[in-house]
């Protein structure tokens, strides 16, 4: 399995949209620093994911997400979430 999703930092309004194998491992290593394009804006939280099959599937829809319509569907879904 693959996903993608955004993870929201907890001290700047920052989204990262990515994709990975292992959900948890990846926002661990987010949190603890090893992603030097936002380790600056860690700590991370998981605000929206989606499960494929294939690792292609999980890159094109991270390609989606950061698009103008992307990012507006993402802005609707993180809303919704309480």
Same mark, same amino acid.
């Given at each position: 399995m693959f996903f993608t999703y955004v993870a929201k930092s907890l001290i700047r309004e920052f989204y990262y949209k990515g994709h990975c194998? &292992?959900? #948890?491992?990846?926002?661990q290593e987010? &949190? #603890?620093?090893?992603?030097k394009s936002n380790?600056?804006?860690a700590p991370f939280k998981i605000v929206y994911f989606e499960e494929? &099959?294939?690792r292609l599937e999980a890159i094109d829809r991270e390609k989606y997400f950061?698009?103008?319509a992307?990012?507006?569907?993402?802005?609707?879904k993180i809303t919704m979430v309480p």
């Open positions: 194998a &292992n959900l #948890e491992l990846r926002l987010h &949190n #603890e620093g090893k992603t380790k600056c804006y494929f &099959n294939t950061k698009t103008s992307g990012r507006k569907f993402i802005k609707a």
